[in-house]
């Protein structure tokens, strides 16, 4: 079974730039999350999506930030126009919804962004 | 306050030596409990969810106390390639909060 997939792996863009990342979650999955490591900070939460609704956002730092999931399949998140502080690991994980108060959720690799 | 807290550490033990990590969660309400592993430059995994009665996994113990909003991970007997950065996990409502993570580095 495939795991949780990112792409890219690493990207490198100037500051005012677009860049969109993708997450396909482990299928059947219908939570989603994005988080984000700064270098040197802890793992933040960014937001969680259940199938196609954002059950809390309360982590996004801004409005240039976007994150999507049509479908409720995978997932975006673009970030538009980027800045340096932008710059850090993005995660995405998946877990399954259900009753079971111990469901794991799965990471992907995570994509580098690096603005310069 | 945040919402899960832990020692950054970083802890530097020898080989075979005993290590216990601490974390507190601060929202009364949190469901579920783990202990993730991050090795540098990779994805957090899971290492063990941590039950209410506590639980052993190997050289690896973690303990729950709902009453003091804390949790905690023993390794015992530690090897070199327990070297990597401790995430302690809480779950409130499907939403996962993570801690900063405590580094331990495990020497020869």
């Known amino acids: 079974e495939a795991g949780v997939t990112q792409f890219p792996s690493h990207s490198v863009i100037e500051k005012g730039q677009t860049v969109t990342l993708r997450c396909d979650p482990i299928?059947?999955?219908?939570?989603l999350y994005w988080y984000r490591r700064v270098m040197g900070k802890e793992i933040k939460f960014l937001l969680h999506?259940?199938?196609?609704?954002?059950?809390?956002e309360s982590g996004m730092p801004n409005n240039r930030f976007l994150a999507e999931r049509t479908g409720g399949t995978y997932s975006t998140l673009k970030v538009q126009p980027a800045e340096l502080e932008d710059s850090g690991v993005y995660f995405c994980?998946?877990?399954?919804?259900?009753?079971?108060?111990?469901?794991?959720?799965?990471f992907g690799q995570g994509t580098r962004l690096t603005v310069v | 306050r945040k919402e899960v807290e832990q020692d950054p550490g970083p802890f530097n033990v020898p080989e075979g030596a005993t290590v216990a990590f601490n974390c507190t969660y601060s929202?009364?309400?949190?469901?579920?409990f783990f202990w993730y592993r991050q090795d540098c430059r990779k994805e957090p995994k899971l290492l063990m969810s941590v039950y209410s009665s506590g639980n052993e996994d190997g050289r690896f113990t973690a303990q729950l106390n709902r009453a003091s909003q804390y949790i905690s991970l023993l390794i015992r007997d530690s090897k070199l390639s327990d070297s990597a950065t401790y995430l302690c996990?809480?779950?409130?409502?499907?939403?996962?909060?993570f801690g900063a993570g405590t580094r331990l580095t495990v020497k020869p």
């Open positions: 299928s059947g999955h219908d939570n």
């Open positions: 996990v809480v779950n409130i409502d499907n939403d996962m909060r």
């Open positions: 999506f259940v199938k196609e609704s954002k059950q809390d």
């Open positions: 929202n009364s309400a949190s469901q579920s």
């Open positions: 994980a998946s877990s399954q919804v259900g009753g079971r108060p111990y469901t794991e959720a799965f």
